[in-house]
Nanobody, 112 residues
Framework: QVQLVESGGGVVQPGGSLRRACAAA????????MNWYRQAPGKERELVAG????????NYADSVKGRFTISRDNAKNMVYLQMNSLKLEDTAVYYC?????WGQGTQVTVSS
């Protein structure tokens, strides 16, 4: 049974930072890419960041380039999303994704 368990959501002020984490169980973690998606109210779910199985390549949505960083630690079966310089428009539910499995989703709210 594949399980993706997320942590690190919360409320932050504009310009603040937040670190998300996703732990994978029931799979060989290092064999696949990992991704972070987000979905804001009234909008479609969108890809925020992705990282290859070994971390050799990364990609980001244009809206978060230079502010967000995706990383992974295969020894710990973990993937992370460091979010800096947060903006109001970053408010959304963020999801960890691996192949065809989703984490439970965690709210990130940027508010003054």
């Amino acid at each position: 049974q594949v399980q993706l368990v997320e942590s690190g959501g919360g409320v932050v002020q504009p310009g603040g930072s937040l670190r998300r984490a996703c732990a994978a169980a029931g799979v060989t973690f290092s064999s696949d890419a990992m991704n972070w998606y987000r979905q804001a109210p009234g909008k479609e779910r969108e890809l925020v960041a992705g990282i290859s199985n070994t971390g050799g390549w990364k990609n980001y949505a244009d809206s978060v380039k230079g502010r967000f960083t995706i990383s992974r630690d295969n020894a710990k079966n973990m993937v992370y999303l460091q979010m800096n310089s947060l903006k109001l428009e970053d408010t959304a539910v963020y999801y960890c994704y691996r192949v065809n499995y989703w984490g439970q989703g965690t709210q990130v709210t940027v508010s003054s």
